[in-house]
Nanobody, 115 residues
Framework: QAQLVESGGGLVQPGGSLRLSCAASRIIFTVYTMGWYRQTPGKQRELVASITESATTNLADSVKGRFTISRDNAKRTVYLQMNNLKPDDTAVYYC?????????WGQGTQVTVSS
């Protein structure tokens, strides 16, 4: 019954910024590793960024220096700040929560980077 709800996607020009949010409910949020994945047609879903319960972060090489992942345990929310967006960042972005064998996904939010 875990629920992850993403928001903040949309259409943006190259070089622009967006901040994605993922609000979690019905899980013990503090113990979960949270992540953002993205997927485009014809490609496998790939990890963009993750953040552990201790706030250790990991970023894909393709977004390092441009994206930042953070979490606010009080708000039960994980964020993905995306700066200097590129057309290759266009994808459906999915929020993920994982703890041991528990693995939950949000519905996804579309990010389109186009001029």
């Amino acid at each position: 019954q875990a629920q992850l709800v993403e928001s903040g996607g949309g259409l943006v020009q190259p070089g622009g910024s967006l901040r994605l949010s993922c609000a979690a409910s019905r899980i013990i949020f503090t113990v979960y590793t949270m992540g953002w994945y993205r997927q485009t047609p014809g490609k496998q879903r790939e990890l963009v960024a993750s953040i552990t319960e201790s706030a250790t972060t990991n970023l894909a090489d393709s977004v390092k220096g441009r994206f930042t992942i953070s979490r606010d345990n009080a708000k039960r929310t994980v964020y993905l700040q995306m700066n200097n967006l590129k057309p290759d960042d266009t994808a459906v972005y999915y929020c993920n929560a994982r703890y041991n064998y528990a693995n939950y996904w949000g519905q996804g939010t579309q990010v389109t980077v186009s001029s």
